[in-house]
């Protein structure tokens, strides 16, 4: 009974707005801190000279 009554305490907990609010701030929090720099190179690309255009491969395919 007592394993009931905790249970039911911690979902009472969990579904106030305040909660929610808080875990929803915090995943956004996460978020933004993993994404890069505003103008910043996505990870994996190539670096290029910014006076010149990246130039066509002329290879067959």
């Not at 609010?21 to 190539?46: C, F, K, Q, Y």
């Amino acid at each position: 009974m007592l394993g009931l009554v905790l249970f039911l305490s911690h979902l009472a907990r969990e579904i106030r707005v305040e909660t929610m609010m808080h875990s929803v701030r915090a995943a956004a929090d996460r978020t933004i801190h993993r994404l890069p720099p505003e103008g910043a190179p996505p990870p994996g690309a190539r670096a290029r000279h910014r006076n010149h255009p990246p130039t066509q491969c002329s290879c067959p395919s």
